[in-house]
């Protein structure tokens, strides 16, 4: 693990302050507070993640206009792997309360009619889409900030542009 510069208070406050915008902003978006979780946020960022790449291929090709084809499905055992930090258990309740609130929906698989499949509502994804978007648009506008305190060297740490 790289050992990172080391920056002033100030500089550490306004990225905190980045943080927690970035997490009003999920709030605000998901519609309930229910949703303010990490694991939701693992869940719903890498089911989105995984739809993306099975759309648009491994190299991310269209992802500039994004919203081509039908979202990837999933069995409910695929997604307890997409919450690598609840039990199997835990999971399985996440993943229902987020069915029961729309957020999934689940469907039956048509190659195996006693199994269940799971894809994000319309409305997640679309959720999903203008909380990266936000995302994104705070952190590009972060300013650059001033250098790194002290000598980089001692600290192991890269070398970060002023």
Same mark, same amino acid.
């Given at each position: 693990?790289?050992?990172?510069?080391?920056?002033?208070?100030?500089?550490?406050?306004? &990225?905190?302050?980045?943080? =927690?915008?970035?997490?009003? !902003?999920?709030? #605000?978006?998901?519609?309930? @507070?229910?949703?303010?979780?990490?694991?939701?946020?693992?869940?719903?960022? @890498?089911?989105?993640?995984? *739809? =993306? $790449?099975?759309? =648009?291929?491994?190299?991310?090709?269209?992802?500039?206009?994004? *919203?081509?084809?039908?979202?990837?499905?999933?069995? $409910?055992?695929? +997604?307890?792997?997409?919450?690598? =930090?609840? *039990?199997?258990?835990?999971?399985? $309740?996440?993943?229902?309360?987020?069915?029961?609130?729309?957020? +999934?929906?689940?469907?039956?698989?048509?190659?195996?009619?006693?199994?269940? @499949?799971?894809?994000?509502?319309?409305?997640? $994804? @679309?959720?999903? #889409?203008? &909380? +990266?978007? !936000?995302?994104?648009?705070?952190? #590009?506008?972060?300013? %650059?900030?001033?250098? /790194?305190?002290?000598? %980089? *060297?001692?600290?192991?740490? /890269?070398?970060?542009?002023?």
């Amino acid at each position: 693990m790289n050992t990172p510069c080391r920056y002033s208070d100030t500089r550490r406050r306004e &990225f905190i302050d980045l943080l =927690n915008d970035t997490d009003q !902003y999920w709030v #605000e978006v998901m519609g309930d @507070r229910l949703f303010h979780d990490l694991n939701y946020y693992d869940l719903f960022t @890498r089911m989105w993640l995984r *739809s =993306n $790449k099975a759309r =648009n291929g491994r190299n991310g090709l269209n992802s500039r206009n994004g *919203s081509g084809g039908p979202m990837e499905t999933f069995r $409910k055992s695929e +997604l307890y792997q997409l919450m690598p =930090n609840v *039990s199997q258990r835990t999971a399985i $309740k996440y993943i229902q309360i987020a069915i029961d609130n729309g957020l +999934l929906v689940e469907q039956a698989d048509p190659g195996d009619l006693r199994s269940r @499949r799971i894809t994000m509502s319309a409305d997640l $994804k @679309r959720k999903i #889409e203008l &909380f +990266l978007d !936000y995302s994104i648009s705070v952190f #590009e506008a972060f300013p %650059r900030g001033d250098v /790194a305190m002290g000598d %980089r *060297s001692a600290y192991g740490g /890269a070398e970060h542009d002023a």
